[in-house]
């Protein structure tokens, strides 16, 4: 599974900036694509679950996040889109694409891409 992110960039506190990631290779089986983020000095360990997308169409959303920001895909195209709205400094990270796919009983395969730099400042 290949993900790149495209879209990133700088924006003032309080701007809009829509990411996006395309999908490709062997899909099947993909349960979520979705974006975490690692904010400057953090380790990867670190990463923070923004958002989620099910195969079901169900989402999930941080508390950070939530009603500010739109995880949205385009089937057709194998993308996925995170809408941010009202940008906060605490928003500056690098925004790391990601798919997962469920294996065997409780297993789970973890797919990266290689990150966008989102920078929220004034």
């Known amino acids: 599974v290949q993900l790149v992110e495209s879209g990133g960039g700088s924006v003032q506190p309080g701007g809009s900036l829509r990411i996006s990631c395309a999908a490709s290779?062997?899909?099947?089986?993909?349960?979520?694509l979705g974006w975490y983020r690692q904010s400057p000095g953090e380790a990867r360990e670190a990463r923070e679950l923004?958002?989620?997308?099910?195969?079901?169409?169900?989402?999930t959303y941080a508390d950070s996040v939530r009603g500010r920001f739109t995880i949205s895909r385009d089937n057709a195209k194998n993308t996925v889109f995170l809408q941010m709205n009202s940008l906060k400094v605490d928003d500056t990270a690098v925004y790391f694409c990601?798919?997962?796919?469920?294996?065997?009983?409780?297993?789970?395969?973890?797919?990266w891409g290689q990150g966008i730099q989102v920078t929220v400042s004034s």
């Open positions: 290779g062997s899909l099947f089986g993909i349960d979520a």
């Open positions: 990601t798919a997962k796919r469920p294996v065997g009983d409780s297993g789970l395969e973890t797919y």
């Open positions: 923004v958002a989620l997308i099910y195969s079901d169409d169900s989402t």
